[in-house]
């Protein structure tokens, strides 16, 4: 594309030049690979030359113009001020625009050596800077399009070598200068190189800068990983970590020795069970490891195990109520050897009842697709084919393998396998053998923003209003809504709260403590996160959400920090059917118990303390604390699944007069009939067989039980009843009741 407009043309947006120091040298100020078209004309009179005695120039062009679509990232070529702006030209221009000095919108930035580079023809209100701000080489600084004297889309970027020097060409040639000053020029009019001329490489960090040098600062999705590292408890959470079965939520985490748990009980915790001996001296302070730490029930005997992945493979540690069996291999082959410690792999371990038997199974995203492996209490042995997630269809990037969830979608029981393509949202259901439906969820597609790590790490599944189906949560750039889910698709957005960008929940350390869990026990789950002052939870009653507020864990009292903010957990520590909010302060655990209506003062543990070393992440990433076990009991009807076997209200039977609603139909002993000789209280006034029972006399013809025919003319009193046994009134028949409803004692999953 060509740009009309001569440096000298818009000199008087340059300034005054700083002092000269050493000569810097530049990056493509781009990061695609879009060659040169149009370059410096290096002719002094009529015609052009470019660089390498070409003609890819036009007379009198005072720069390099590169064919950058409209919506380009445009980053500093070098480190340096931002010395002008311009941000008031429309983004389509023409030949011959005077706006903004024929340069349209766009950034000028001074080096350290003096010399100025200049990038024009940007997108109104995308410059990312202002006059004054410090700039770091490869920093976005705006967005390309065509403003000011332009014929379409492009970057021209202009360059000075010292203050009152004429523009110069960046490229060496034959016809050009003598040295270049890119830090990498390659082939003729190919786009140079994005290492930067001050780059030392090492290892990219989370840092804002170019660590490797490949001219990207925060390359590889390091940002993205050290997230997930951070806050497996959210987005792989176990269903339950009570490892004695007496329905609370107990903690586990990985100190320097192993893997410990503390028992929860109604007013704290009893002494810590080692687990596992998973030490850092035995290799488990590796990321590739401790990172997989995982909780759930894999062998089915209501009691929450412990699994891990090792070097070799998945290990998990059984529960015994009061100790840990010995940690054993349950799944080899996702070793370091076949290459499960790279991290789109190996943070993509889950636990989840696949086949609805009552253990949890193994699931994992391999550079094909997702694999799963069934339980069989011992080893985790079937493998069933999940979705084809591959990395050849784009699940090597975190924006997607990082939004592998497990829930169930249809209420049927059975984990199913959701997460966020390019496209949008979708789940795959669980038919026990396989993942064979797709259900299509939001349309949270890379288009509409979502490859964003503050919107695709924030999606959450919870079965909002106690359907026994999982609806998906998450925060977008103006609020945290949720799609409730109807078995075969999700509906609208039903906004929970406005946590907008504007608003601040953009910082990672607010829109990272999205938590789960039933705070008011009634069956639904809530959601609650951290906002700078404090905790903020919501509930969703009668089709509407409500809002509490929560412990002040705020920002001013250090609760900013990671170590503090990403151990973020709720459940239920005393067993009262309300989920508490816990969490590590510097003194160690705490948790605040939930009346359902607010939450109360800390309990403190006293252990996992900063002056104990759990500042570490390797430590804190790994507590683990989430929900409440079903506690079996008679199955009654009362809408609660009683007896944990997924069903609610099953023991409905005939209506009889017991003051119970044995139909489940609402109403109580609504099925009085007149009194009759049976031992029943028939007509529910409270008394039985009164009235109904003639004496037995010669004349009458006996039962078989000693009794006598029920309908002869009444004589007097009840003369029912048997031989040798004493007369019960009103107690024998509740207690045959009660005795026909007695069930097998289970645990819900």
Sequence with gaps: MRALASFALFACVLGLWSSAE?????????????????????RSGGGCTDYNCGGACYDGHTGMDFGTPRGTEIRAAQSGRVSATYNGCANTGYVGNPCGGRCGNYVAVTHSDGSRTIYCHMQRDSLRVSTGASVSCGQVIGRSASSGSSS?????????????????????????????????????????????????????????RDDDCDGTPDSGDVCEIDLLHEQPAAYAAPASTDIDGDGTADVCARGFSGVRCWPS?????????????????SGWDDVTNYATLRM???????????????????VCALSMGDSFAASTLWKDGLSDDSGWGQPDNYTTLRLGDVDGDGRDDLCARANAGVRCWLSDGATFATRILGPEWSNDAGWGAARQYGTVRMADVNGDRRADLCGRTAAGFECWLSDGAGFPTRVEGPAWSDDNGWGNRQYWSTIRMLDVDGDGRDDVCA?????????LS?????????????LSNESGWDDETNYATIRVGDFDGDGAEDLCARANAGMRCWARREGAWAGLEGPAWADDVGWSRPRHYQTVRLADLNGDGLDDLCAR??????CHLSDGAGFGDAIELGDMTNDGGWVEPRYWTTILSAGRACVSEMEICNAVDDDCDGVIDEASMPEVCNAMDDDCDGAVDEHATDELCNRLDDDCDGFVDEAACATADASSPVDADGGVTPGRSLRGGCGCGVAGLPQMGGVLGPMILFLLLIRTRQRRR
Aim: aromatic fraction near 10%; charged fraction near 25%.
């Design 486 to 498: 109807r078995g075969d698709g999700f509906g609208d957005a039903e906004i929970v709260a406005e």
């Design 475 to 483: 925060r977008n750039s103006r609020d945290l809504s949720c799609h």
């Design 265 to 281: 009980n109604a007013s704290g915790w009893r002494e810590p069970i080692a687990a596992t001996d998973w030490s850092d001296a």
């Design 585 to 590: 302060a510097g003194a160690g655990w705490r």
């Design 22 to 42: 050493a000569q810097v040298r530049f990056r493509r100020p781009y990061s695609p690979n879009y060659r040169l078209n149009y370059g410096f004309d290096n």
């Design 152 to 208: 379409g889309p492009h970057l021209h970027l202009g360059y000075r070598p010292s203050p009152g020097a004429a523009s110069r060409d960046v490229y060496s040639g034959r016809c050009g200068p003598s040295s270049t000053r890119w830090v990498e020029q390659r082939g003729y009019r190919e786009a140079p190189g994005t290492s930067c001329s001050t780059c030392s490489p090492s290892a990219e960090s989370c840092n804002g």
């Design 296 to 314: 759930g029930d894999v062998n089915g005997d209501g009691l929450a195990d412990v699994c891990a992945r090792a070097n070799a493979g998945v």
